[in-house]
């Protein structure tokens, strides 16, 4: 495996106690050229690789849109995993995208990240496709971790798009919403439901409408496509290649994810884990969430509940999303020093 690093610093961000910098860089990662953009605030803090959901959807263009400053905590990696944004490629993309090669991927961006920084391990946090894709890196190698961090994180996706049907539904029924009753119950979910893109298509809207989408308060495709557009850092082409990456992703993966239980592909996790998972999350569901959590057997495990968001409480809650970080996630350094 070689690894090329092309590095081009962006520019200055500040932080309660420092000024730091944007670091956007492209890496030949496993014979495809990938990018990555780092923040630091040059304080030396651990490090953190943020997974991208989706698949194929990175969280760098909506993280900046809403203000996240996980920069304050630590030197933060922001992946487009292959296939997509700084990572998309015509001609590979007419190849099938599968999970060994992103895990394979993820475990080099691992160690160009512990050798670049000369730290032994990092902390890895996956977001919806990110907790599958981390669940396994993680189980497979533990040793490079310090923790393990699910948000919106996956159980079993179809159970979970069982239970979103039947909130869509039900929700639909309280509000006496005979046109939404009518649309939800025309439309027919199996166990091909990852096929069907009527029903996909009806099951985000009203998911959304109902407050169980991206973010409680809902979030409309116009204001997705604005902050991904708007993004700094990112090259024109690079954010269409999100859209475009975001279908040929999901054309790839989305069966195996469909069809796999996280709860029985990684019943261990030999790392601290910790689930921060919306209550009224309905694209990863709580309940789900919940299940993987209880069945993981890992050396420390803690899941905590925010009351008020739906799939990302790292936008949804803050402050105590950071709250958590600092007085619950870094701590773990410590305890093992």
């Not at 990092?122 to 393990?148: C, E, K, Q, R």
Request: proline letters at 4%.
């Amino acid at each position: 495996m070689l690894l090329k690093s092309f590095e081009k610093p962006l520019n200055n961000i500040s932080g309660k106690s420092g000024i730091g910098i944007t670091t956007k860089e492209y890496l030949e990662i496993n014979g495809s050229k990938q990018g990555i953009i780092i923040e630091s605030l040059n304080q030396g803090n651990p490090l953190l690789l943020f997974l991208h959901g989706g698949p194929g959807f990175p969280a760098y263009p909506i993280i900046k849109a809403h203000g996240i400053r996980l920069e304050q905590f630590f030197d933060v990696c922001y992946w487009d995993q292959r296939g997509t944004g700084m990572s998309y490629h015509a001609k590979e993309a007419k190849k099938p995208l599968t999970v060994e090669q992103l895990v394979d991927d993820t475990i080099a961006v691992v160690n160009y990240l512990r050798s670049k920084y000369s730290q032994d391990k990092v902390f890895i946090l996956g977001h919806s496709w990110g907790t599958y894709l981390g669940s396994l890196v993680a189980s497979m190698n533990p040793d490079l971790f310090h923790a393990y961090i699910g948000v919106g994180q996956v159980g079993s996706p179809k159970e979970s798009e069982n239970e979103t049907y039947n909130f869509i539904l039900k929700t639909a029924i309280n509000h006496n919403d005979k046109r939404a009753i009518k649309q939800i119950e025309n439309i027919t979910f199996d166990e091909n439901y990852y096929k069907n893109r009527l029903y996909g298509s009806v099951r985000a809207k009203f998911t959304n409408r109902y407050g169980g989408g991206f973010k409680h308060s809902g979030y409309s495709n116009f204001e997705n496509l604005r902050q991904v557009l708007s993004c700094p850092n990112y090259t024109l082409k690079e954010r269409m290649n999100i859209f475009q990456g975001s279908v040929s992703s999901y054309q790839s993966l989305a069966h195996v994810m469909a069809t796999t239980d996280l709860v029985h592909l990684v019943p261990t996790l030999n790392l601290p884990v910790f689930i921060l998972q919306g209550l009224h999350d309905y694209q990863t569901t709580h309940t789900q969430a919940k299940r993987f959590y209880e069945s993981i057997e890992a050396p420390y495990k803690k899941m905590y509940t925010f009351n008020n968001s739906s799939h990302t409480p790292f936008i949804e809650e803050q402050e105590r999303f950071y709250n958590i970080i600092q007085d619950e996630v870094l701590e773990i350094i410590k305890r093992n020093q």
